[in-house]
């Protein structure tokens, strides 16, 4: 069964805080991924990971900044959380088979308040 | 044009009814699609994938027209249960290993 761990189900950081949001995944995936949830914006993408130290930017990546330093961690990085930022993140991992990718497994979301 | 698009409905059904919703995409290498299920303040959990023309799950179908770029979902038979969001997922990027989800249809089903 595939596992993927998010460390904060809620977080509540004050204005100008680095906040570091940790995820882990147990299936060896190669791809793994970062979105926000916000109301009526479906999920976006913030930054994507398809190997150690590899990043790709999604579509938000301002205000925000990832590190893969290994295969099973993916840690997204708020440099200096701002109020906008206040949403739901969700970590996903997937296999990516050469030309064909295989489904995202999410873990449980990460409940962001920046007061 | 957005890279997945969705009808952002809700669709009220009643029970029992079948209702389908598509999303188009805009990415004509991509070669796997995805549908998930996501409840209230939950995660999306997957429902389908689709890998060649369709897939069928029980209540469920899920097609693609490659010619046209858009995939459907079909549920039959709908159940109160069956009542959440349907993301559509495309993937996208150079490599087509990002996973871009659609904005969601919302699906209420009603006694």
């Known amino acids: 069964d595939v596992k993927v761990t998010q460390s904060s189900r809620y977080l509540v950081k004050r204005t100008g805080e680095k906040v570091f949001l940790e995820c882990v995944q147990d299936m060896d995936h190669e791809n793994m991924f970062w979105y926000r949830q916000d109301p009526g914006l479906g999920l976006r993408l913030i930054y994507f990971?398809?190997?150690?130290?590899?990043?790709e930017k999604g579509d938000i990546p301002e205000g925000y900044s990832v590190s893969r330093e290994k295969k099973e961690r993916f840690s997204l990085i708020l440099e200096s959380a701002s109020t906008n930022q206040t949403s739901m993140y969700l970590c996903?991992?997937?296999?990516?088979?050469?030309?064909?990718?295989?489904?995202?497994?999410f873990g449980q979301g990460t409940r962001l308040t920046v007061v | 044009r957005k890279e997945v698009e969705q009808d952002p409905g809700p669709f009220n059904v009643p029970e029992g009814a079948t209702v389908a919703f598509n999303c188009t995409y805009s990415?004509?290498?991509?070669?796997?699609f995805f549908w998930y299920r996501q409840d209230c303040r939950k995660e999306p959990k997957l429902l389908m994938s689709?890998?060649?023309s369709g897939n069928e799950d029980g209540r469920f179908t899920a097609q693609l027209n490659r010619a046209s770029q858009y995939i459907s979902l079909l549920i039959r038979d709908s159940k109160l249960s069956d009542s959440a969001t349907y993301l559509c997922v495309v993937p996208q990027g150079n490599a087509g290993n990002m996973l871009t989800f659609g904005g969601g249809t919302r699906l209420m089903v009603k006694p």
């Open positions: 689709v890998y060649s």
């Open positions: 996903a991992s997937s296999y990516y088979l050469g030309t064909m990718n295989t489904e995202a497994f």
């Open positions: 990415n004509s290498a991509s070669q796997s």
């Open positions: 990971s398809y190997d150690v130290k590899m990043k």
